[in-house]
């Protein structure tokens, strides 16, 4: 227990003096250590296949599934892949030190303000190591330490990352500890650092809800949360039938496992009749399973009843709960009673219903006309991203560079007083 | 027990069924709120002087000062004074709705950000019976529901301004529970509200240490914290002395006993011997005791000596402690260590050392060739302020309306898939 305390308190001290000589390094220095870091997991490639090699051959132990096996492994194409997501964070722009607003008050005082770094980010994550290599690198290009937590079932692949990651620190003349692994599997761990609230400014788990509820419930220090993501497409009685069934489909089967794939389908009643058969079939014809009210049963025979819950459910799968409401506060309401508040589009040509829809519908992100797989930093421009935050405090919806970031006020005068 | 849970349970609530609604609310119907309130807090004044009297008459039972006694005080003159501060708060710019930025994607959607309220704030305060306008005026403005926890030595003002202020919420067609008062003095219930993270989407405590301990102790949801000032003015060997003698004596004794005043003087080994004199002799007849450290006393006879809790403490009154430091990074080492990361002053000529200063110090305002008495929302130009944050979370110092915001992508597409 005292070895446990020692060493993470020893981590986290470590992280706030390296986030302390971080805040103050160049745009230029974090980019050549990206640069650097790449070239490090192609040049040594055998190296890091080889330590996912023993992470692959105990992960029937921890009883991974075959596709979680699949996603926990390196291959040299994936590296290559790792390597280009490090070149591309090189490219966008440095946040730190960008005035984010400036005024200058009648004494002549000029007020900024300035963004700089959170601090110490300790990031707990599962198994897909790559993970291991993208955090690390927001975290640095943002001027924060880090922490990283990653699975059991990865640890010999991120010890091999993380020592390539240090490495390169060290080689670019920033400091060793801004990138730390949490090298203990203990569970406890995890609890001695988010207590520590004085040492870590922010904890992001990214990984099942048991355990995002968990850090949310433990953490002294502020938490970005990626929880659910029940996504409805509401398709107003204007929308144009066509683009309603594009979008539906988009919505749902782009790739159905992600958090801002659809999981329900809300119609207009006024339409029901003109709309569910023709995008019922095509839903059936993609291979989803349709649960429906009574309403949507009379017009889709083929459709399972929806019961209470399954308007709750996140389902990551080919299965989409549909309902007819009788207008768009009726879907309004909805979307608020079941939703999760992570990402909700409306289909339709009525400015009116656009307007009401955006200002009442309270999710991270709003669609009109637009598949609600958008709603990604990647999509929405912020290159690259840490996780979709469904807070409302601080960072809501995809979390980049910018969003790690905080500001301080500089006020510049020339001797004014009070 | 029980009766509490109900109680509490039901004004939470409450306050997120009018916190939608008041989303929702334009500009003009608030402000028209803000005029209303005004006009009431004028029209009913001997109403509230009344209520207030009997605050007054037990203040002795609760054990409160003299100064406390009359800082509870409600007089025409402060109740002219609170109608003004409704409206200046009604010329300040609506925040709600704002387009903070926007980027079109190669695909064409339009992708903006969207001002939105944060919600639901459980605002809890002392004694001062004013606070409570000021921030049910600053909640309502930045469209969030506010539930109210006074101090009991005030329960009456506070009762009968509340009144005031829900009867112009129904008059101007405004949801009555956008604003409510906690109205048991039970201890208790503050735990209960801070458990309601489904509710309450933000705490804000402003008072004693003890209190904002407890609160961020047991808050489950966010808490913006207003800690410590152990302010600093580091005179360096570049500064001009009359403008750095001039900056001393208004950071400290322009009104000891607030956080933004000065605690703490730091002045560069190089000019200590010529600058040290003429500012000791200055402070000296400004009635400030000098603390300080061996070098300080052997140019300042008549300075105490600090000790090193000295160099911890906000004593918000007419006592400094001064040390010689052999260099700027000296400084910035002093204030890492002993400042609360509050306000922090440089007096310099020198463009690298003030791009040091303000690099290196990491505190929510830092500033050039001013007084540390500038970080407050007014004279930053924010306007009205509920507190000055110490967190580096969300929001940073001065909190005024756009702080009790948050946002939410809102973006138009025209059908496009993913």
């Known amino acids: 227990m005292t070895d446990l305390d020692d060493y993470t308190k020893r981590l986290a001290e470590q992280a706030r003096v390296a986030a302390r000589k971080l805040a103050a390094a160049t745009g230029g220095m974090k980019d050549v250590w990206l640069h650097r870091a790449a070239e490090l997991v192609l040049s040594r490639r055998q190296e890091l296949i080889a330590a996912n090699e023993q992470d692959v051959r105990l992960a029937p132990e921890y009883g991974l599934t075959s596709a979680a096996i699949d996603r926990l492994r ?28 400036s005024n200058v008050r009648p004494n002549g005082l000029l007020v900024t303000r300035v963004r700089v770094p959170l601090g110490v980010v300790f990031f707990i994550y599962e198994s897909r190591p790559n993970v291991t290599v993208d955090a690390a690198a927001i975290c640095i290009k943002s001027g924060n330490a880090v922490i990283l937590r990653g699975g059991k079932e990865a640890l010999h692949s991120n010890r091999a990352l993380h020592r390539l990651l240090a490495e390169a620190l060290v080689a670019c003349g920033l400091p060793e500890h801004a990138v730390q ?24 788990p990214r990984g099942g809800k048991s355990l995002i509820e968990r850090v949310a419930q433990e953490a002294r220090m502020p938490v970005i949360k990626h929880f659910d993501g029940v996504c409805h497409v509401y398709v107003d009685q204007s929308a144009d039938f066509e683009m309603a069934e594009r979008l539906v489909i988009n ?8 958090c801002n794939a659809a999981e329900c389908l809300l119609v207009h009643a006024a339409c029901a009749e003109a709309f569910l058969p023709r995008v019922g079939r095509a839903l ?17 025979p083929f459709a399972k009843s929806a019961t ?5 459910t996140e389902y990551l799968e080919l299965i989409l709960s549909v309902k007819v409401v009788d207008s768009l506060e009726d879907a309004v309401r909805h979307i608020e009673e079941y ?8 289909v339709t040509n009525d400015l009116n219903a656009a307007t009401l829809f955006t200002t009442c519908v309270d999710s991270a992100a709003v669609m009109v006309n637009a598949s609600t797989r958008f709603n990604d930093g990647g999509e929405f421009g912020l290159g690259a991203e840490i996780g979709i935050s469904t807070d409302r405090f601080h960072a809501r919806g995809p979390c980049g560079l910018k969003e790690l970031t905080t500001y301080k006020y500089v006020a510049h005068g020339s001797g004014q007083t009070k």
């Open 284 to 300: 059936q014809q993609a291979g989803v399973e349709l649960r429906g009210d009574a309403r949507t049963r009379a017009l889709l």
């Open 339 to 346: 939703g999760s508040h992570h990402t909700d589009a409306i």
């Open 74 to 101: 390196l291959t040299e194409e994936r590296l290559v892949g790792i390597a280009s997501a490090l070149e591309e964070i090189a490219l966008l722009p440095n946040p730190v030190g960008e005035i984010i607003d």
């Open 308 to 312: 209470e819950q399954d308007y709750r």
């Open 251 to 258: 919505s749902k089967c782009q790739r159905p496992g992600v």
């Open 181 to 204: 692994l949490v090298e203990t599997t203990d569970r406890e761990a995890v609890g001695r650092f988010l207590k520590m609230s004085d040492k870590i400014d922010v904890t992001i």
